[in-house]
T-cell receptor, first 109, second 116 residues
Framework: GQNIDQPTEMTATEGAIVQINCTYQTSGFNGLFWYQQHAGEAPTFLSYNVLDGLEEKGRFSSFLSRSKGYSYLLLKELQMKDSASYLCAVRANAGKSTFGDGTTLTVKP | DTEVTQTPKHLVMGMTNKKSLKCEQHMGHRAMYWYKQKAKKPPELMFVYSYEKLSINESVPSRFSPECPNSSLLNLHLHALQPEDSALYLC???????????????FGAGTRLSVL
């Protein structure tokens, strides 16, 4: 089975940097995804890591350490529209991805 | 076009009704998914179709019946649902089946279902 942990809620200030952590335990790790979901809307893909290291995409970066079972999503230059839920999803060798409970980020002026 | 279209957006049904949710994508994706999402919870996988064949069924009750008429369409037939089945039902598609290198999922906006 899989166990995925994320903080439930985080608050940050507009223009700041925030790091959302995700730790996981799984048999046969085969990739980790980050999705953003605004309230009442569909999840949208943000980033994917399968090898150790940092993947950068504009204001968003994602990091993976497979030996530590750890990933983080880094959001820079926060904007009000970044207020959303951020979901970490872990893919096992069987191919199926399981979502964590998500972290609700609130960006304040 | 990276759009997954779901209809209807909202659905209210009684416990004796039969209804269907529809999902469509024209990205040439070969895998399609149904998820159930309750408020403030993550999406829970229900079914996966890979190359139009059911490849994953997460022990979903038989009152939910999926159908994949062709590579672009995915239906979820509903019958004799319970109030606890009220949730947001999300459809997603990916270029390749789960575990393949192209299994980033693109989600539709969902159908918000209320069972009375």
């Amino acid at each position: 089975g899989q166990n995925i942990d994320q903080p439930t809620e985080m608050t940050a200030t507009e223009g700041a940097i925030v790091q959302i952590n995700c730790t996981y335990q799984t048999s046969g790790f085969n990739g980790l995804f980050w999705y953003q979901q605004h309230a009442g809307e569909a999840p949208t893909f943000l980033s994917y890591n399968v090898l150790d290291g940092l993947e950068e995409k504009g204001r968003f970066s994602s990091f993976l350490s497979r030996s530590k079972g750890y990933s983080y999503l880094l959001l820079k230059e926060l904007q009000m529209k970044d207020s959303a839920s951020y979901l970490c999803a872990v893919r096992a060798n069987a191919g199926k991805s399981t979502f964590g409970d998500g972290t609700t980020l609130t960006v304040k002026p | 076009d990276t759009e997954v279209t779901q209809t209807p957006k909202h659905l209210v049904m009684g416990m004796t009704n039969k209804k269907s949710l529809k999902c469509e994508q024209h990205m040439g994706h070969r895998a399609m998914y149904w998820y159930k999402q309750k408020a403030k919870k993550p999406p829970e996988l229900m079914f996966v179709y890979s190359y139009e064949k059911l490849s994953i069924n997460e022990s979903v009750p038989s009152r939910f019946s999926p159908e994949c008429p062709n590579s672009s369409l995915l239906n979820l037939h509903l019958h004799a649902l319970q109030p606890e089945d009220s949730a947001l039902y999300l459809c997603a598609s990916s270029q390749t089946p789960p575990g393949g290198g192209g299994d980033i999922q693109y989600f539709g906006a969902g159908t918000r279902l209320s069972v009375l």
